[in-house]
């Protein structure tokens, strides 16, 4: 199959331009993990708190099934197949395995919830062209086999229609959505044994699984965190929305870019640590500090 996939991407580097290469990797940069997460705050906070919930738990199940199939596949990164005689384009944003595609599926997760939650046929619409074009992009930059961008689109709506089937089953209490999280949590944790491996190197190639268990480790633990202290409602003034969202995404950023200036370079531990406080402190403490004023509890 790798033969004539590469064959095609090749067709498609062979027509490239600056202008369409500059154009797929503003696509592409809707699809990275950086986008999911101040999705998630904003729908959070801005919109409400029980949709972001459910949409989290949709997303946080799509990383850890993608990165579990990349472990298991262990395919490798198209630009290196021995038929391939092309340069890709921002390949330091293909990380890890190739199969599927990680980018593909995040998008396809995150706009395919957000449509399912508004239930309006233009937002179907709308996310099934950025879904499209985002795998696409994958593809015409040569960072991913074809293949790679087809199960991660499938991948990424089953989970976006699985994950918010089952959340709201479990919603109706918090315990029982609690009890959710931490299920979904133990079915994912053994794969951080399995692939854990002696070499460092080798690891790196799993650094993708690795901060999104922390994440969703982390998520687990903001959520207890607010609803034990705070359990904030929806109703607010727009302003009040807006002002809080945009503190809640200076937050995350500030720690996701600022840890990453300071911290250790390739290191798993330290960038585990990064995903580990983006919730805690986003979406845990800054309810609690922030309670009355920017957040009104029942």
């Keep these: 199959m790798s033969s004539w996939e590469i064959s095609i991407i090749e067709s498609l580097r062979s027509v490239a331009t600056s202008f369409l290469d500059n154009l797929f990797k503003v696509i592409t940069v809707l699809g990275e993990k950086e986008i999911l997460i101040v999705f998630i705050i904003g729908i959070y906070f801005m919109y409400s708190k029980k949709v972001g919930q459910r949409i989290a738990y949709s997303i946080f199940s799509s990383l850890h099934l993608n990165n579990i199939v ?4 262990a395919r490798p990164r198209p ?10 384009v921002r390949p330091e944003t293909a990380t890890g395995f190739s199969f ?4 593909t599926q995040n998008s396809a997760v995150l706009y395919s919830s957000f449509a399912i939650e508004t239930n309006k046929k233009p937002m179907f619409i709308l996310a099934g062209i950025l879904i499209i074009l985002i795998g696409f992009s994958r593809v015409f930059l040569g960072v991913h086999f074809p293949s790679d961008v087809v199960v991660g689109i499938i991948l990424g709506v089953g989970c976006a229609v699985v994950g918010a089937i089952i959340h709201k089953r479990c919603e109706q209490t918090f315990k029982t ?13 053994p794969f951080v044994f399995i692939f854990w491996k002696k070499d460092y190197n080798t690891n790196l190639l799993y650094r993708d699984f690795y901060t999104a268990i922390a994440f969703f480790g982390g998520y687990i633990i903001a959520v207890g965190l607010e609803n034990r202290f705070v359990n904030f409602i929806d109703e607010a003034s727009l302003l009040i929305r807006v002002i809080r969202t945009l503190i809640a995404i200076l937050l995350v950023v500030g720690i996701l870019f600022g840890l990453k200036a300071i911290l250790p370079k390739e ?14 402190i986003g979406i845990g403490l800054f309810p609690i500090l922030g309670k009355g004023k920017l957040f009104k509890t029942k």
């Design 70 to 73: 990349k472990g298991i596949v």
């Design 79 to 88: 630009w290196t197949h021995a038929s391939a005689n092309y340069q890709p």
């Design 100 to 103: 599927p595609s990680g980018h």
């Design 177 to 189: 959505q609690y009890i959710l999280y931490l299920i979904t949590f133990a079915l994912f944790l």
């Design 267 to 280: 290191n798993i531990l330290f960038d585990m640590l990064r995903y580990f406080l983006i919730p805690i």
